[in-house]
C-alpha cells in the first residue's frame, strides 16, 4: 500500500502553528516537491494545503490523543481522496506515475471500472498515510512537549 508522508510537516505545522500556517506550510510542501521531484505535486499542492486547514481546526478545539487522530485521519482521508482522486482522474486520466498506481491498476484487474479504481485506491492509500502521518506526529509532539515542558498542550488525555 503506497504512503507518502507529505503531510507529516503540514500536519505538525497545523497543530503547533494553527490552520492558516498548516495550509501554508502545506502549499509550500507541494510546491517545493514540484520543483525538486516533479510537476506532478504541483497540481495537488491545495490538496495539503486543506489538509493543512483540517487539521489545524480540529486540533485547535479536540485534545490530541487516539480517538481524535482517528477521526482526523478518516476525515482527511476522506476529503484529500475525493479532491486528489478527482485531480487525479481528472487531469492524468487516473494514473499519476505514482506508487498509487500499482494498486489502481490491481483493482482494474478485478473488474472495477477506472473511476471507481482510482477513488478506491486513493482513499486506502491516503487513509493509511493520514495514520502513519499523524503517528509519527504524535511522537514528535510527545518529544517537543517533554523537550520544552508544554505542560498547557494537551496530550495522552481521554
Given at each position: 500500500?503506497?504512503v507518502?508522508?507529505?503531510s507529516?510537516?503540514?500536519?505538525?505545522?497545523?497543530?503547533?502553528?494553527?490552520?492558516?500556517?498548516?495550509?501554508?506550510v502545506g502549499?509550500?510542501?507541494?510546491?517545493s516537491l514540484?520543483?525538486?521531484?516533479?510537476?506532478?505535486y504541483?497540481?495537488?499542492?491545495?490538496v495539503n494545503?486543506?489538509?493543512?486547514?483540517?487539521?489545524?481546526?480540529?486540533?485547535?478545539?479536540?485534545d490530541?490523543?487516539?480517538?481524535?487522530?482517528?477521526?482526523?485521519?478518516?476525515?482527511?482521508a476522506?476529503v484529500?481522496?475525493?479532491?486528489?482522486?478527482s485531480?487525479?482522474?481528472?487531469?492524468f486520466?487516473g494514473?499519476?506515475?505514482?506508487?498509487?498506481?500499482i494498486?489502481?491498476k490491481?483493482l482494474?484487474?478485478?473488474g472495477?471500472?477506472?473511476?471507481?479504481?482510482?477513488y478506491i485506491?486513493?482513499?486506502?492509500?491516503?487513509?493509511?498515510?493520514?495514520?502513519?502521518?499523524?503517528?509519527l506526529?504524535?511522537?514528535?509532539?510527545?518529544?517537543i512537549i517533554?523537550k520544552?515542558?508544554?505542560?498547557?498542550?494537551?496530550?495522552?488525555?481521554?
Amino acid at each position: 500500500m503506497p504512503v507518502y508522508l507529505d503531510s507529516v510537516g503540514t500536519i505538525l505545522a497545523a497543530i503547533l502553528m494553527g490552520p492558516l500556517v498548516g495550509a501554508f506550510v502545506g502549499l509550500a510542501t507541494h510546491f517545493s516537491l514540484g520543483v525538486f521531484l516533479g510537476p506532478v505535486y504541483f497540481y495537488f499542492a491545495v490538496v495539503n494545503g486543506v489538509i493543512g486547514l483540517i487539521a489545524g481546526y480540529i486540533f485547535k478545539k479536540q485534545d490530541f490523543n487516539l480517538k481524535t487522530i482517528i477521526s482526523a485521519s478518516i476525515a482527511i482521508a476522506l476529503v484529500a481522496s475525493l479532491m486528489g482522486n478527482s485531480i487525479s482522474y481528472i487531469v492524468f486520466s487516473g494514473i499519476t506515475g505514482e506508487s498509487v498506481d500499482i494498486l489502481t491498476k490491481n483493482l482494474l484487474e478485478l473488474g472495477f471500472n477506472l473511476f471507481t479504481a482510482v477513488y478506491i485506491s486513493g482513499f486506502l492509500s491516503n487513509f493509511l498515510d493520514k495514520l502513519i502521518s499523524f503517528a509519527l506526529v504524535f511522537h514528535i509532539m510527545g518529544v517537543i512537549i517533554a523537550k520544552f515542558k508544554m505542560k498547557e498542550f494537551k496530550i495522552f488525555t481521554k
